[in-house]
């Protein structure tokens, strides 16, 4: 009405020239609606699917081995104080580890074998201090409590490929931090020669060694 109005009055050229420019305004008004609901639509798509940030909680988070030293009993020890990041999305099948394990945590409960195996004999931790492993894939198996993780183990200054078997996998709101929490369990055994730690093999020391990984990682976003 207010156009009409303001067209009376006007010659028929000029009236058209108005109603024309007031359609192409309209048009554009509406393309520009559409632009920012698309916007808004792929900014909350690009939110919804960031990973959320689960970082680990050192404390809880720990590598245990175990080794049979010339087919007696066997011994076994742990790394400490890992940190990293974890990522676990049951529904959408998908998932990411990433550790750094510092040798120089090795407990076994035996300070001479510690010395031992810190030594250039075997983890030389002088020259290599840290361990890494890092997924690259989650296997989703049809038993949905199993779940097979590949990915890369650097020691010794050498990267290998491994798979982790997880035994427990879950995600839950701890009551006392009041943040979700995701923990789980892994195992794998692993030959130590393909990373350069071959002492005593000629002996009958084994070359086998189980890893059992326990993983716990706290939400951060809030």
Known sequence: MTMTKDVIGLSFTAQRNVIMSHAFLSKALLSYRKFLLGLCLSTVCIVSSYAT???IDSTRTNVRFAIEPLNTSTITGGFYNLSGQFDYDPTAKTG???LIIPLNTL??????????????DFFDIEKFPVARFKSTKWHFLSNK????VDGLLTLHGQTNPVTLTATKLNCYL???L???????????TIDRTKWGISKYTVLGMAKKVKLDIQVVAVNQSY
């Open 145 to 148: 409590d199993t779940i097979k």
């Open 107 to 120: 407990n076994t409960g035996n300070k001479i074998f510690d010395t031992t195996l810190k030594s250039a």
């Open 178 to 188: 009041k943040k979700s929490v995701c923990g789980g369990s892994f195992t794998t």
């Open 53 to 55: 940030p689960y970082h």
């Open 174 to 176: 701890n009551p006392i």
């Open 96 to 98: 990411s580890i990433a």
